[in-house]
């Protein structure tokens, strides 16, 4: 094995471990609204949402639930390769598709216009729902019309949206460590920064055809 081979090995472990810890994060996150409960974590802060819009614990509950099958099923798809699972891949990408066009994005776009923060926080959740259910969707047109490379490079755009559940909360732990801001100000700050880095390096890889 040469040593780039084992380079790239050695990134992919740290990769899935890297993931299966803040996958874990998230799941404990989400075991918290179970059973249904409107004053724990999140919706402690959301309760003025929670009394004056009957809708808005439907639209919560679906995004927070589908979003955290959406993060696990997209991640093992990439790994698909490596397991030799083409079956898998397949029928992983018709869930993932599937639960985000039709659930997790529409709810997050929902969320968004009642995001913490003013109208900075809120206008970029939006946009990131959208941009999120559009490659999405746009990844599913593709492989319908059998164009499996443009395919995968809209996945890859889906994908970076997806893991800003993520991002967003190592940068929020960043943000907070080095300069201690005002809360809402944090809000603003990584609902920008949750997703825009990542849609540029995976615009960056896509340009540089690593991807």
Known sequence: MSLSRRNILFLKILLIIGFGYFFWLMLKITLEYIPLDTNVSFLMIKQTEVVERAEYLYFFYTHVYTSIFVLLIGFLAILRKDFRLKNFHKNAGKIYIFLTVLFAAPSGIYMGVFANGGFLSKISFVILGCLWWFTTFKAYQLARQRKFKEHKQWMWRSFALTISAITLRIWKVII???????????????????WIPNILLIEYLITKKHI
């Open 176 to 194: 907070v460590y080095l300069f201690h801001p005002n809360p809402m100000d944090v809000y603003q700050i990584i609902a920008w920064l949750g």
